[in-house]
């Protein structure tokens, strides 16, 4: 059987993660919305709801961003590396 070793948390990228899963989030928000012009009803208020889902999404990335931005500029703790 595997090791149970912790992985250590290395936060040294992550600002860079949270902006690529942003503009990928955008980017099927723009691909979604070009598809509500072929769908029905239905599809319409499914895609809808979901790019709803995504902002919001955006919004809670745009603040843990932010959150490791700050970390970032003021020393990671050696308890998180």
Known sequence: MGS????QDNRL???EKIQ???QNTEENITA???TLSFSSG???QAIEAKNDRRRKSIEGMKEEMQDEQEAR???YSNDNM
Request: net charge negative.
């Open 4 to 7: 149970n070793k912790h992985n």
């Open 13 to 15: 990228d992550n600002v």
């Open 20 to 22: 690529d899963a942003i």
């Open 32 to 34: 979604a919305n070009e």
């Open 42 to 44: 239905v599809e319409k």
């Open 73 to 75: 500029e003021s020393g």
